[in-house]
């Protein structure tokens, strides 16, 4: 009799498994998802929601492989990725569930406080490799990104290189926390995080992207009128057929309480 209790319990829990809502993707996303999460299955809670990390590309590829009900992404969906799903017949869904300043960051003893987009290039394809070059101490300059399957990298790489290729050999970093770490140990590290992750570990640099006109700081108020010049879209993505599944946690995501984690997170609102 034990023995049989004991099979349906394992059988119940393999089951509330199986059956558990999975959100895989940017972990620029995670602290929103999570926490979302955490209330949704407050209120609903016979729901079970695991939400994981491992960059946007890796949650996108997660969705075509039918391993997770919601890709989150800090990157628009790549045409081609799109075109695979579609050739396999699938069909995908995309919500704007908050929007993201991008921070670049230093260490606090560096001098440095603006930087234009131009030397910025120049620091992350390794034409500037001495922080003396913009206006720091004689110093090496150890740039920090994201790996390959990031959203950040994409989004970075596309506004801040203009799609020119990162130095060879750049410190590749598997988690933002990776990144804020790293830059906070090191004197002449430079890096880039969603603004969410900002803390008194790190220095966020001034960014001007009109030639050395105006540089503005990473903020949700700069960021939302629009003169913080490196802000992005966070998105979920989820497959037509899974709308059931997927629909209402991310209907809870994008109402009024959902907006309010958005905020509370450091997020800008989508709505």
Not at 86 to 105: F, N, P
Request: net charge positive.
């Amino acid at each position: 009799m034990r023995k049989t209790i004991v099979a349906i319990a394992l059988l119940s829990s393999a089951l509330s498994v199986a059956q558990a809502q999975k959100i895989k993707g940017s972990d620029t996303m995670l602290p929103l998802s999570q926490k979302a999460a955490e209330n949704y299955m407050k209120i609903n809670p016979s729901q079970t929601v695991v939400v994981t990390g491992g960059g946007s590309g890796t949650g996108i590829s997660a969705l075509g492989e039918g391993t997770t009900d919601i890709a989150q992404s800090s990157r628009r969906i790549k045409f081609d990725e799109r075109q695979k799903l579609q050739k396999d017949g699938k069909s995908v869904r995309e919500v704007i569930v908050a929007y993201d300043a991008l921070a670049v960051i230093i260490h606090p003893d560096n001098k440095v406080r603006n930087l234009t987009r131009e030397q910025l290039e120049g620091i992350f394809t390794g034409k500037v490799k001495n922080w003396k070059e913009v206006g720091g101490d004689d110093l090496t300059v150890i740039p920090y990104s994201r790996e390959t399957s990031s959203g950040t990298y994409e989004f970075f790489k596309e506004s801040i290189l203009k799609n020119k290729n990162y130095k060879n050999g750049i410190m590749s970093m598997p988690a933002t926390g990776a990144i804020i770490q790293s830059v906070s140990q090191t004197k002449g590290a430079i890096g880039y995080v969603g603004m969410a992750y900002l803390n008194g570990n790190v220095k966020a640099i001034h960014v001007s992207c009109d030639g050395g006109k105006t540089f503005v700081e990473p903020s949700v108020a700069t960021a939302k009128d629009g003169t913080y010049p490196i802000v992005r879209a966070l998105l979920y993505y989820y497959m037509d057929k899974s709308e059931n599944r997927a629909k209402p946690f991310i209907d809870y995501v994008m109402s009024d309480a959902g907006q309010k984690i958005v905020s509370d997170i450091g997020f800008i609102t989508a709505k």
